[in-house]
């Protein structure tokens, strides 16, 4: 069977890091614009450098929940029949156990430099322009995806959606494109397909099926029933 599960911010909920738009979401205090798209970052870098510095030194403080658990296991089970695509950009995914993710978003533990385009692993801060570890230049930027700008390895994700026999999406608000998206592709290309989230997303109507709850509950309970 191959599996494909898209994962959002409402995974890594329980874990301590915070959504975007929900209340006490991370832009709740900061514009969509200022901080999440390449014109705020020109405008003003040191605010976008120290919101993701903040968060990146943030990860030392939080620990994969239930859910990240669950699909590690599944992976388990289900070798290279299961994929994870996740928008988020913490590690959870990682530290659970898995290994086939995709972050189409990028990651907040590499950095992204703008001269030469090298992707570099970062634990640090990038407030203060750090020299790229390739070319030297005072030029890294966090390795993310901001709105106008292309997520990462979209082909791939494609072919593994046109391939899937079950297609679910976990802790999403279905907000965001392309990713909110890839339910009507799967469904295009044959593929069943779930919703697990605390409540109905944006998107929920083009599911076959859905589970609402929190993700460390339903996601446990959603792989035993698969493969248990
Ligand atoms: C729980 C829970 C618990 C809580 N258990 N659940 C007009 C129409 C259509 C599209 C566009 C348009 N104008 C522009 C666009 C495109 C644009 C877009 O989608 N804009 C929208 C505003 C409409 N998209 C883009 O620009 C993208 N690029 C693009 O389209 O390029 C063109 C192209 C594509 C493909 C091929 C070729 C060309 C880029 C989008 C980049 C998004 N980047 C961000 C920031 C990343 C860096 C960072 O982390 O700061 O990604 S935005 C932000 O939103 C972040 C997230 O990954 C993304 C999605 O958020 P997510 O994960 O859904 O979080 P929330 O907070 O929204 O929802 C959480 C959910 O969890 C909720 O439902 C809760 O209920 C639930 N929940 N607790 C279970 N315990």
Redesign the pocket.
Known sequence: MKVVVLT????S??SGVS????NG??WEDHRIED??TPEGFERDPETVQRF?DARRAALADVVPNPAHHALAELELALGDGLLVVT???DDLHERAGSKRVIHM??ELLQALCAACETRSPWAGDLLGGPACPACDAAALRPD????????YE?DRIQSALAGADLFVS???????????GFVQLARAFGARTLE????P?DGSHFFHEARHG???EIVPGWVADLVG
């Open positions: 959002g911010a409402g995974i909920a329980e959504t975007f738009r929900d979401g991370l901080v999440a993701y928008q988020n950009v978003h990028g993310v995806v901001w709105f106008g700008e292309i997520p979209m976990i802790g999403t608000s279905g907000a965001v494109y392309p990713a909110a697990l989230n605390l409540e997303s929190r993700a460390g």
